[in-house]
């Protein structure tokens, strides 16, 4: 059960924004822009990004719902988001996607943990200003995201046909504000 | 120097919200509604939460610019910021603010290290479910604000009495609408 009062039955941030839509607005609105506003990295890349540093994190719901939006995305290259959540090498992954991922993960540690020579890496890889940037602020924002979700113990669905359903519509009708529950 | 080319001579936060004005909007009117908009917590205890978060994440220039608007809404000094990052519970902060204290430094480490008994002990103070809520997604925006400043590697001015003096300028122009450039 959450630690505060939400909405029954609905889950993890989900259920949160309904509970404070004032902030729930703007945080929609960010997912929004960064994973599929304007970018050099695709919109399949990006939700990679946020699932492997909710991964990381130990979130569950954000990992199951953006791998299932990111097997969606990269349609017949879906196996590699398994590869990345489980860690296990896949020769399918660009070089600057693996250093990339690699950012994102000192990012979920701490800033600070990101070098220069990560940031070398994923130049010689072929990365731009931009590539990082997003990178950085995708790992920042999960590190948001993830302890928001948990945090406040939000509900964690088990079922996987769950994530997959969450997986098509983000996939197809991105962040959009859920609204209030009617009584 | 930053890990990326970001426009010159803008401190911290600033550099990447000039790059990319297209997150920086939201990311600060999520800024304003948490820190600034009415609420039962003071701004000055908001300031607090989000201060003693950056402490915790070592991140300079997050700590240094919250931790100046904390000491000028609450009308204390730097020395007593500093104490409340350092041992919050030695301070004369209420048993309310010292409970979601608790709650936010268990944020910082993973959303699983907030346990039922820290939301039970912030109840029992007069803590609301609103201001639990709160104080968990400040914290949990400032473990973002602080990656995104120190994983671009951006640079911060060193001498804290430049936050200081001004806190009174950034408390008046608020999160929204106000220039990057000054």
């Keep these: 059960m959450a630690h505060i009062d939400v909405p029954g039955g609905v889950p993890g941030i989900r259920s949160l924004v309904m509970f404070r839509p004032e902030t729930g607005q703007h945080l929609y609105a960010l997912a929004q822009v960064l994973l599929r506003g304007d970018s050099p990295l695709t919109p399949a890349e990006r939700e990679l990004i946020a699932a492997h540093v909710s991964a990381r994190n130990n979130c569950t719901f954000c990992r199951d719902s953006h791998a299932a939006a990111a097997r969606e995305l990269f349609e017949e290259n879906r196996a590699l988001v398994d590869c990345v959540i489980h860690n296990v090498h896949s020769g399918a992954l660009s070089l600057k996607l693996k250093s990339l991922l690699n950012i994102a993960g000192k990012v979920q540690l701490n800033g600070k943990e990101v070098k220069q020579e990560d940031i070398d890496e994923a130049r010689r890889n072929g990365a731009a200003d931009r590539d990082i940037h997003d990178t950085v602020l995708i790992a920042a924002t999960f590190s948001m995201f993830n302890r928001y979700v948990d945090g406040l113990g939000s509900l964690t669905p088990t079922d996987p046909e769950a994530y997959a359903e969450m997986g098509r519509r983000l996939a197809t009708k991105g962040y959009s504000l859920p609204q209030p529950v009617k009584d | ?182």
């Design chain 2, 1 to 182: 120097m930053a890990h990326i080319t970001l426009p010159e001579g803008l401190p911290g936060i600033r550099g990447p919200m000039a790059l990319r004005p297209e997150t920086a909007k939201h990311l600060n009117e999520l800024a304003e509604v948490l820190l600034r908009s009415d609420n039962s917590l003071t701004r000055g205890e908001r300031e607090l939460i989000a201060t003693f978060v950056s402490s915790l994440n070592d991140c300079f220039f997050c700590q240094n610019a919250h931790g100046g608007l904390a000491q000028h809404y609450l009308q204390c000094d730097m020395p007593y910021i500093d104490q409340v990052k350092s041992d919050f519970q030695s301070t004369n902060l209420s048993p309310k603010l010292k409970a979601l204290l608790s709650i936010a430094g268990s944020v910082q480490k993973g959303g699983k290290h907030v346990t039922p008994e820290q939301i039970e002990r912030a109840r029992d103070v007069g803590a609301t479910d609103l201001e639990i809520h709160d104080t968990v997604l400040i914290a949990a925006a400032f473990c973002m604000f602080n990656r995104y400043v120190d994983g671009l590697g951006t640079w911060a001015p060193q001498d804290r009495n430049i936050y200081i003096e001004r806190a009174k300028w950034r408390a008046d122009e608020g999160y929204v609408n106000f220039d990057l450039y000054k």
